[in-house]
């Protein structure tokens, strides 16, 4: 019969607490590793290549500024179908973001400019245009946003949203027709006649620019007349206040029309 030895209680804490070391071996780089695998080791053996992420594809400026055309001109014909409902409000969001994507070419063009005109004297540099397809675009939107405001009766904010298609296209005629009318709705009747005259310049045989024409003059030279006696009334209260120290007043004085020049004269009466 064998007998097995039981082992101390102390050798097996030494044991415990000295458990064998790995064999030391050195890779084909010269470097000493404790005989256990790496994870580099593990994961990639000889026939493998380490896996290579994908890159995202850089754009160059054409091809950025053609997105963003892409994406303005969707963003513009939601708007119009939007307007097409009734939709104003709404319309004049989508209008708004065709707005701020097609700005967005700008200025990184702007901004490549300014860095490739470091070295450049102040009188060399020059603003940067906006692409004409970019440029139209913008137009159309501002014009489109001038004729929502001026649909919800906001007649202010068409004007100025009109001015700004027309900043980007002078000959636009659907900006000054749109700008025209809000003109009138303000009582502007001198500006809108200016936007009519304009029309005439690009297109002589415009006749609803000649039929406004022709409906606003009476208008605005009722409003002169009207203006002139709203200051002639100012100015009556303002000399009698003088006037009544002296014991005058601007009854004594008479103003009279020359019907040639349209200019007055004054004269005095006790």
């Known amino acids: 019969m064998v007998l097995i030895e039981q082992e101390p209680e102390d050798a097996k804490e030494t044991v415990a607490a000295n458990p064998p070391k790995a064999a030391s071996t050195t890779n084909e780089n010269g470097d000493v590793s404790d005989?256990?695998?790496?994870?580099?080791?593990?994961?990639?053996?000889?026939?493998?290549?380490?896996?290579?992420?994908?890159?995202?594809?850089?754009?160059?400026?054409?091809?950025?500024?053609?997105?963003?055309?892409?994406?303005?001109?969707e963003a513009k014909l939601e708007g119009n179908k939007l307007f097409g409902e009734g939709k104003y409000e709404e319309a004049l969001l989508q209008y708004e973001v065709a707005l701020q994507v097609a700005s967005v070419p700008e200025r990184a063009e702007s901004a490549s400019a300014t860095e490739a005109k470091e070295g450049q004297s102040a009188s060399e540099k020059k603003e940067v245009a906006p692409a004409p397809e970019m440029a139209e675009l913008r137009s159309i939107c501002h014009s489109n946003r001038g004729i929502c405001f001026l649909k919800l009766g906001k007649f202010e904010e068409s004007i100025k949203e009109c001015t700004k298609a027309l900043e980007l296209n002078p000959t636009y005629m659907k900006a000054l027709i749109r700008r025209a009318e809000a003109h009138e709705k303000l009582e502007h009747f001198e500006e809108a006649i200016a936007d009519m005259k304009k029309i005439l310049e690009f297109d002589p045989s415009n006749n609803q620019a000649k039929r406004t024409?022709?409906?606003?003059?009476?208008?605005?030279?009722?409003?002169?007349?009207?203006?002139?006696?709203?200051?002639?009334?100012?100015?009556?209260?303002?000399?009698?206040?003088?006037?009544?120290?002296?014991?005058?007043?601007?009854d004594n004085f008479k103003a009279v029309k020359d019907p040639n020049t349209g200019a007055y004269s004054i004269s005095f009466q006790k």
């Open 35 to 73: 005989g256990f695998e790496t994870a580099s080791e593990r994961d990639v053996s000889d026939d493998e290549e380490p896996k290579q992420e994908e890159q995202p594809v850089a754009l160059n400026d054409d091809e950025l500024s053609q997105k963003a055309l892409n994406e303005a001109n």
């Open 213 to 250: 024409i022709l409906r606003l003059e009476p208008l605005a030279e009722e409003k002169r007349e009207k203006m002139k006696e709203e200051m002639i009334g100012k100015l009556k209260e303002m000399g009698n206040s003088i006037l009544g120290r002296f014991g005058m007043s601007t």
